[in-house]
């Protein structure tokens, strides 16, 4: 059996994340999965996760939220 190679990984790790963010936009604002969605990939976090080198996709989708979240505050200001 074939051990998934780096890309893989973080793509696994990436969509789960992504998922995971969803739903907290989800739980938190009470707003439909296509606003939350949209919140969430259109957040100056969705680059930063995406890129590999940085391996941010490493972290939890916890600690995401809050990223995206104190982002959003910053943009808010």
């Given at each position: 059996m074939n051990q998934p190679n780096h890309h893989?990984?973080?793509t696994y790790l990436t969509d789960y994340a992504l998922s995971e963010?969803?739903?907290y936009v989800i739980e938190d604002t009470g707003c439909s999965i296509e606003e939350a969605m949209e919140r969430v990939y259109n957040s100056p976090?969705?680059?930063a996760l995406q890129d590999e080198e940085g391996e941010l996709y490493v972290q939890?989708?916890?600690?995401l939220y809050e990223l995206m979240n104190k982002e959003r505050e910053k943009k808010s200001l």
């Open positions: 893989q990984i973080a963010l969803v739903k976090l969705m680059t939890s989708p916890a600690y």
